[in-house]
């Protein structure tokens, strides 16, 4: 079944440093990748995606890579800041015409920013 | 406001006492899931389900059961809870599937506060 494995378990950076996270999925037919932030005592929110039609997307600090020849996706968030810390998960999916709903999460990845 | 709401959001329990943890959304979405959160293994899919009366496994069904008769709840009933069923659960939902062309897909997904249940 479809695998997804997320580097690296814990990032720890200084605060207006960048930081990345990579995942790999392991299913060619996925095409749909979404990042979710979870906060302390929360429940994961979206915060980007990105579909297999398009190979970058950018929302302000946050940006999301695909590679579909590789199979991986990476986040990128710039100029961090102190909210900015939390525990964040990448998801893949397959969209199309089956009952394909089930998504896969990687392990997370528990970001620090060091003031 | 639009949310999913959870509860109850902290229960202990013993094993082989029957639970239920509701869940309800006010978005009128149609798709719905069960997920459990466990250090190191991220968010495992239980259950879902594309609409009322239609559900499906996921990855860790067993030991689980759902249901939906409404499409606005989606209860996850632990019939008889063990101790490895320790763990923080979250709902979630997601508007209809049904994309343009007929393509069917989750898109976004809003989750619940989570349910954190100690099995002793």
């Known amino acids: 079944g479809e695998n997804v494995e997320q580097h690296p378990s814990t990032l720890s950076v200084q605060e207006g440093d960048s930081a990345v996270i990579k995942c790999t999925y392991s299913d060619s037919a996925s095409n749909y990748f979404p990042w979710y932030k979870q906060e302390l005592g929360k429940g994961p929110q979206l915060i980007i995606d990105i579909r297999s039609n398009v190979g970058e997307k950018k929302d302000q600090r946050i940006a999301v890579t695909l590679n579909k020849t590789a199979k991986h996706f990476s986040l990128h968030i710039t100029e961090t800041q102190p909210e900015d810390s939390a525990v964040y998960f990448c998801a893949a999916s397959m969209e199309g015409y089956s009952s394909a709903s089930k998504i896969i999460f990687g392990s997370g990845t528990r970001l620090s920013i060091r003031p | 406001e639009a949310q999913v709401t959870q509860n109850p959001r902290y229960l202990i329990t013993v094993t082989g006492k029957k639970l239920t943890v509701t869940c309800s959304q006010n978005?009128?979405?149609?798709?719905m899931s069960w997920y459990r959160q466990d250090p190191g293994l991220g968010l495992r899919q239980i259950y879902y389900?594309?609409?009322?009366?239609?559900?499906d496994k996921g990855d860790v069904p067993e030991g689980y059961k759902v249901s939906r008769k409404e499409k606005r709840n989606f209860p996850l009933i632990l019939e008889s809870p063990s101790p490895n069923q320790t763990s923080l659960y979250f709902c979630a939902s997601s508007p209809s599937p049904l994309g343009k062309g007929g393509a069917v897909g989750l898109g976004a997904q809003y989750f619940g506060p989570g349910t954190r249940l100690l099995v002793l």
């Open positions: 389900s594309m609409n009322v009366e239609v559900t």
């Open positions: 978005m009128n979405h149609e798709y």
